[in-house]
């Protein structure tokens, strides 16, 4: 394949191959990025993306097929080598050491041995050149997250590189603090410099990029101008159908409905020196409805979640109200008997044992709720019956995996979400609190776990949301509430909310609980 | 100059994850060889009085099981404290509690005779084993102290303790000045399995059916899979509603109680009295019989007989070609050095680097791919 037109080729991959075991991940990928062009990676999860760019930058090495650099073909063995050519990454989670300064966090990975003092005034002058202010001498457990994709990308620039890989970069900021970025993006372009960029936002694709490549299943589906296609024909190329929209009907007479949830005067100390304490957290959620929780990631919400669910239970034991019963002081074992049920943001090694089978991953969250099902006389696991229970969830949720019980870390962030979502609508709990439902989760599997959500709570639950993606919240909200340095604003009926009001409250615009004197610390 | 980096691997073979404890032995006996030739013997007539000759005939066979016994029975425990990521490695010092506390009935009370005595001693072992190794387990869920060296400490104040009461209280009065207490009385001497053929006593029965209820516990039970969660992913194990310091008590006072039994039956069993030094390192060669078994109980049985066979053979060594006992302990240090060292390659490979930071014109050669 060859490029479009006249424009030179800065990266071309030509049948680039990639085997797990069986299952084909990249399936002769075909690719080209032209010099100065935003070129968009678009695909589920699972589509194949993120081996694709590994392939590329040197951390996983291909079965077959060629990558050419400049139309000379290379093979990139490492990512040393891949930084050398002049290939630049910018991944989803960043790997930067909170106790140190951005400015020594960046002379770690630059590794040629020139003064802190020198890298931090290059770093200096780059980052206000592209728009992207950033103080050298702060610390990284100071900043926030959008402050921290700047050390990431200001590093990453201070390489020279002629192509930056970008994964995700703007699930981590506010909407203002993505219209920065893009900036900065238009401007590298302007200056001859090319972008994979990798997205599941289809109308940012729309805005920034100049050519989409689209992956499904491993191959390539189509290449495309993502500006003369529509963000529902684009989502067609990806999932292959028609993404089904969310279908959420209003909700009659919710004040007076039984509250479920409630949280009252929730306060909690910083545990760490980097997390992040709650102030005085008000929010009752009630019997059929949808609440969702914005925010900046890293503004308490992981807390907010810790507290609720009862991993870390609290002192005032009114803090925290499931059915109109006090939970504060219960585990969460204690809550889960209680009725709620709780899927925390980290799918691996927090919602599920990564080297543990799917049905011992049910186990997991279960062992005491399902007790008399799953386990028997004298504390012996029932397998079968686990088995049975995993494969009956499978089903509901269409799980795609490739093995009968495989290991949770075998399948692909979506379905795997789609498994520990299943996992607990299972129960059908009175109360459900989830934390980012649909992070890097394919169009297909979030519409239906939104869906799900949404049929959750008209069934008579309560259903707390806690998101980075506006977009999923207003799909699902009834209402909105906005977490902002530990603080908790009203929620604003979803009929009131506006994208622009939501991005200033989660700016730390003032919150809208300002009333509640802080009564703690 | 070059470094040596190891790089994690993508995937780890199951084939050479099972095989790994196998190559070890083949390692440790290619070394054991090159270690033999220097000392001027002749290999192959070294490893056949090491390794053939103890177990040539029936009653090397229950010499053999006297020594598997206590190996497995610790080594099982151990398992349990590691599969959880707890790092018990205190396992001599709980032996050796559970064979005082135990042999304080009979010491303490040579008149009380009958068919209750001896299951008292194995209880009161166990309790001794379990209560010594409560106190790291203590002291980490406590003060997050460090298990590995408050375990390993408490051994040497094991080993004081032990060798005080023999010396003083519990001495002999007509032991001519032995540090050694009384012979135990025949109701707290542990039965001999066959004694037409050996002296292999109940021990070793205690091993294996600890090492098949530990089985079921680690692959059937909700306990053994609140150990593998807690041990592999502590933060799904929270999430769980698994305690982390109910598990630090329960592995280490499991362990415990299974290192006392070892210790008390070792005593009443082959023994029958307390010395000073009631075991040539058992609690710690038990370390590398629970790694050997690949932290698996029905492994570790195998691993137990052969860590037992160099305790064996090193004697046998030493009898009939006058090399020191000593080399027992080398080769049991090479079989752990290169179990890990497998394990080791099998999660990593090891790449070569320069030392010289690289330059950036001359280091890719875009001409030299495919």
Same mark, same amino acid.
């Given at each position: 394949?060859?490029?479009?037109?006249?424009?030179?080729?800065?990266?071309?991959?030509?049948?680039?191959?990639?085997?797990?075991?069986?299952?084909?991940?990249?399936?002769?990928?075909?690719?080209?990025?032209?010099?100065?062009?935003?070129?968009?990676?678009?695909?589920?999860?699972?589509?194949?993306?993120?081996?694709?760019?590994?392939?590329?930058?040197?951390?996983?090495?291909?079965?077959?097929?060629?990558?050419?650099?400049?139309?000379?073909?290379?093979?990139?063995?490492?990512?040393?080598?891949?930084?050398?050519?002049?290939?630049?990454?910018?991944?989803?989670?960043?790997? !930067?050491?909170?106790?140190?300064?951005?400015?020594?966090?960046?002379?770690?990975?630059?590794?040629?041995?020139?003064?802190?003092?020198?890298?931090?005034?290059?770093?200096?002058?780059?980052?206000?050149?592209?728009?992207?202010?950033?103080?050298?001498? $702060?610390?990284?457990?100071?900043?926030?997250?959008?402050?921290?994709?700047?050390?990431?990308?200001?590093?990453?620039?201070?390489?020279?590189?002629?192509?930056?890989?970008?994964?995700?970069?703007?699930?981590?900021?506010?909407?203002?603090?993505?219209?920065?970025?893009?900036?900065?993006?238009?401007?590298?372009? $302007?200056?001859?410099?090319?972008?994979?960029?990798?997205?599941?936002?289809?109308? =940012?694709?729309? /805005?920034?990029?100049?050519?989409?490549?689209?992956?499904?299943?491993?191959?390539?589906?189509?290449?495309?101008?993502?500006?003369?296609?529509?963000?529902?024909?684009?989502?067609?190329?990806?999932?292959?159908?028609?993404?089904?929209?969310?279908?959420?009907?209003?909700?009659?007479?919710? =004040?007076?409905?039984?509250?479920?949830?409630?949280?009252?005067?929730?306060?909690?100390?910083?545990?760490?020196?980097?997390?992040?304490?709650?102030?005085?957290?008000?929010?009752?959620?009630?019997?059929?409805?949808?609440?969702?929780?914005?925010?900046?990631?890293?503004?308490?919400?992981? %807390?907010?979640? %810790?507290?609720?669910?009862?991993?870390?239970?609290?002192?005032?034991?009114?803090?925290?109200?499931?059915?109109?019963?006090?939970?504060?002081? +219960?585990?969460?074992?204690? /809550?889960?008997?209680?009725?709620?049920?709780?899927?925390?943001?980290?799918?691996?090694?927090?919602?599920?044992?990564?080297?543990?089978?799917?049905?011992?991953?049910? !186990?997991?969250?279960?062992?005491?709720?399902?007790?008399?099902?799953?386990?028997?006389?004298?504390?012996?696991?029932? *397998?079968?019956?686990?088995?049975?229970?995993?494969?009956?969830?499978?089903?509901?949720?269409?799980?795609?995996?490739?093995?009968?019980?495989?290991?949770?870390?075998?399948?692909?962030?979506?379905?795997?979400?789609?498994?520990?979502?299943?996992?607990? &609508?299972?129960?059908?709990?009175?109360? @459900?609190?989830?934390?980012?439902?649909?992070?890097?989760?394919?169009?297909?599997?979030?519409?239906?776990?939104?869906?799900?959500?949404?049929?959750?709570?008209?069934?008579?639950?309560?259903?707390?949301?806690?998101?980075?993606?506006?977009?999923?919240?207003?799909?699902?909200?009834?209402?909105?509430?906005?977490?902002?340095?530990?603080?908790?604003?009203?929620?604003?009926?979803?009929?009131?909310?506006?994208?622009?009001?939501?991005?200033?409250?989660?700016?730390?615009?003032?919150?809208?609980?300002?009333?509640?004197?802080?009564?703690?610390? | 100059?070059?470094?040596?980096?190891?790089?994690?691997?993508?995937?780890? $073979?199951? +084939?050479?994850?099972?095989?790994?404890?196998?190559?070890?032995?083949?390692?440790?006996?290619?070394?054991? #060889?090159?270690?033999?030739?220097?000392?001027?013997?002749?290999?192959?007539?070294?490893?056949?009085?090491?390794?053939?000759?103890?177990?040539?005939?029936?009653?090397?066979?229950?010499?053999?099981?006297?020594?598997?016994?206590?190996?497995?029975?610790?080594?099982?425990?151990?398992?349990?404290?590691?599969?959880?990521?707890?790092?018990?490695?205190?396992?001599?010092?709980?032996?050796?509690?559970?064979?005082?506390?135990?042999?304080?009935?009979?010491?303490?009370?040579?008149?009380?005779?009958?068919?209750?005595?001896?299951?008292?001693?194995?209880?009161?072992? @166990?309790?001794?084993?379990?209560?010594?190794?409560?106190?790291?387990?203590?002291?980490?869920?406590?003060?997050?102290?460090?298990?590995?060296?408050?375990?390993?400490?408490?051994?040497?104040?094991?080993?004081?303790?032990?060798?005080?009461?023999? /010396?003083?209280?519990?001495?002999?009065?007509?032991?001519?000045?032995?540090?050694?207490?009384?012979?135990?009385?025949?109701?707290?001497?542990?039965?001999?399995?066959?004694?037409?053929?050996?002296?292999?006593?109940?021990?070793?029965?205690?091993?294996?059916?600890?090492?098949?209820?530990?089985?079921?516990?680690?692959?059937?039970?909700?306990?053994?899979? =609140?150990?593998?969660?807690?041990? *592999?992913?502590?933060?799904?194990?929270?999430?769980?509603?698994?305690?982390?310091?109910?598990?630090?008590?329960?592995?280490?006072?499991? $362990?415990?109680?299974?290192?006392?039994?070892?210790?008390?039956?070792?005593?009443?069993?082959?023994?029958?009295?307390?010395?000073?030094?009631?075991?040539?390192?058992?609690?710690? #060669?038990?370390?590398?019989?629970?790694?050997?078994?690949?932290?698996?109980?029905?492994?570790?049985?195998?691993?137990?007989?052969?860590?037992?066979?160099?305790?064996?053979?090193?004697?046998?060594?030493?009898?009939?070609?006058?090399?020191?006992?000593?080399?027992?302990?080398?080769?049991?240090? @090479?079989? &752990?050095?290169?179990?890990?060292?497998?394990?080791?390659?099998?999660?990593?490979?090891?790449?070569?680097?320069?030392?010289?930071?690289?330059?950036?014109?001359?280091?890719?050669?875009?001409?030299?791919?495919?």
């Amino acid at each position: 394949m060859s490029a479009n037109q006249d424009d030179a080729n800065l990266l071309e991959v030509r049948g680039l191959t990639k085997t797990f075991g069986t299952l084909t991940a990249c399936d002769h990928i075909d690719l080209n990025v032209a010099k100065g062009e935003i070129h968009a990676l678009l695909g589920e999860n699972g589509a194949g993306k993120s081996t694709l760019v590994k392939m590329l930058f040197g951390t996983l090495e291909p079965n077959s097929g060629e990558i050419f650099w400049n139309d000379q073909a290379v093979t990139i063995t490492n990512p040393g080598f891949a930084k050398k050519l002049g290939i630049g990454m910018v991944f989803q989670h960043f790997s !930067l050491f909170e106790a140190l300064t951005a400015a020594e966090n960046i002379a770690l990975s630059l590794d040629d041995g020139s003064p802190i003092s020198t890298i931090a005034a290059k770093a200096r002058a780059l980052s206000y050149s592209y728009g992207l202010p950033l103080d050298p001498q $702060s610390l990284v457990g100071d900043l926030s997250v959008g402050e921290r994709q700047r050390i990431e990308i200001i590093r990453c620039l201070l390489q020279t590189p002629q192509l930056i890989i970008l994964d995700e970069p703007t699930s981590v900021l506010t909407p203002q603090e993505a219209d920065k970025l893009f900036e900065t993006l238009e401007r590298l372009r $302007s200056e001859g410099k090319s972008i994979l960029y990798i997205s599941h936002r289809l109308e =940012e694709v729309k /805005r920034i990029c100049d050519r989409a490549t689209v992956l499904r299943h491993g191959k390539v589906v189509g290449h495309c101008n993502p500006r003369k296609e529509t963000a529902a024909s684009l989502a067609r190329m990806m999932v292959g159908n028609d993404v089904q929209a969310v279908v959420r009907a209003p909700v009659q007479g919710i =004040e007076t409905a039984q509250p479920l949830l409630e949280i009252r005067a929730l306060s909690r100390r910083p545990a760490t020196p980097f997390s992040i304490p709650l102030r005085n957290i008000n929010l009752t959620v009630r019997a059929g409805e949808v609440i969702g929780i914005a925010g900046v990631a890293g503004n308490g919400q992981g %807390e907010f979640f %810790e507290s609720v669910s009862g991993e870390v239970p609290q002192q005032d034991a009114a803090s925290v109200r499931i059915r109109g019963k006090d939970a504060g002081g +219960l585990s969460i074992t204690g /809550r889960r008997l209680m009725g709620a049920a709780f899927v925390p943001e980290e799918r691996l090694g927090h919602g599920a044992a990564p080297r543990m089978k799917l049905s011992e991953n049910l !186990l997991l969250s279960r062992h005491a709720t399902d007790g008399k099902v799953f386990v028997g006389a004298g504390g012996m696991v029932k *397998s079968d019956a686990i088995y049975a229970a995993a494969q009956r969830i499978i089903k509901a949720m269409d799980v795609r995996k490739s093995a009968l019980d495989p290991e949770a870390a075998a399948l692909s962030g979506g379905n795997l979400q789609k498994f520990i979502v299943g996992r607990e &609508l299972d129960r059908r709990p009175s109360v @459900m609190v989830v934390n980012q439902p649909t992070w890097g989760v394919d169009a297909g599997a979030a519409a239906h776990i939104r869906q799900t959500l949404i049929e959750l709570a008209r069934s008579g639950s309560a259903v707390l949301v806690i998101s980075q993606d506006l977009d999923e919240l207003f799909e699902i909200s009834d209402a909105i509430a906005v977490m902002h340095n530990g603080e908790l604003s009203k929620p604003l009926p979803i009929a009131e909310a506006t994208f622009e009001k939501i991005g200033l409250l989660m700016g730390g615009a003032e919150p809208g609980h300002a009333e509640h004197a802080l009564e703690t610390s | 100059m070059m470094r040596l980096e190891l790089v994690k691997r993508p995937q780890r $073979s199951m +084939l050479f994850s099972a095989l790994s404890p196998f190559i070890a032995f083949v390692l440790t006996i290619i070394a054991g #060889a090159i270690l033999f030739a220097l000392l001027g013997v002749n290999p192959l007539k070294a490893f056949q009085i090491y390794f053939l000759e103890p177990i040539s005939q029936v009653w090397q066979l229950h010499e053999l099981a006297i020594k598997a016994a206590p190996l497995i029975l610790i080594g099982v425990g151990l398992s349990v404290c590691y599969r959880a990521n707890i790092w018990n490695i205190g396992a001599e010092g709980q032996f050796i509690l559970g064979g005082i506390v135990g042999s304080s009935i009979p010491v303490l009370f040579p008149q009380f005779e009958g068919p209750l005595v001896l299951p008292l001693m194995l209880l009161f072992g @166990m309790v001794g084993g379990a209560a010594y190794a409560a106190i790291p387990a203590l002291l980490k869920a406590r003060f997050n102290t460090n298990e590995i060296l408050t375990s390993l400490m408490l051994v040497y104040v094991a080993q004081l303790f032990l060798d005080w009461l023999v /010396r003083g209280p519990w001495r002999d009065p007509k032991g001519f000045n032995f540090p050694q207490t009384i012979q135990f009385n025949d109701s707290a001497i542990l039965p001999e399995l066959m004694p037409a053929s050996g002296r292999a006593n109940w021990g070793f029965v205690f091993a294996l059916v600890a090492a098949v209820l530990v089985w079921i516990l680690m692959s059937r039970m909700l306990k053994g899979f =609140e150990v593998r969660v807690l041990g *592999s992913s502590p933060r799904a194990g929270r999430f769980a509603g698994f305690g982390i310091n109910r598990m630090v008590f329960f592995a280490f006072m499991l $362990s415990g109680a299974l290192a006392g039994l070892a210790g008390i039956s070792e005593v009443s069993g082959a023994i029958g009295q307390l010395q000073p030094v009631i075991s040539p390192g058992y609690g710690f #060669a038990a370390i590398i019989v629970a790694f050997l078994g690949r932290l698996n109980p029905l492994g570790i049985v195998a691993a137990g007989l052969v860590l037992a066979l160099t305790y064996l053979g090193g004697e046998a060594v030493q009898s009939a070609l006058g090399i020191s006992d000593k080399v027992a302990r080398v080769f049991q240090g @090479m079989l &752990l050095f290169f179990v890990l060292g497998c394990d080791t390659l099998i999660h990593y490979r090891i790449r070569l680097i320069g030392f010289a930071a690289p330059k950036l014109e001359s280091a890719p050669k875009l001409e030299e791919a495919r």
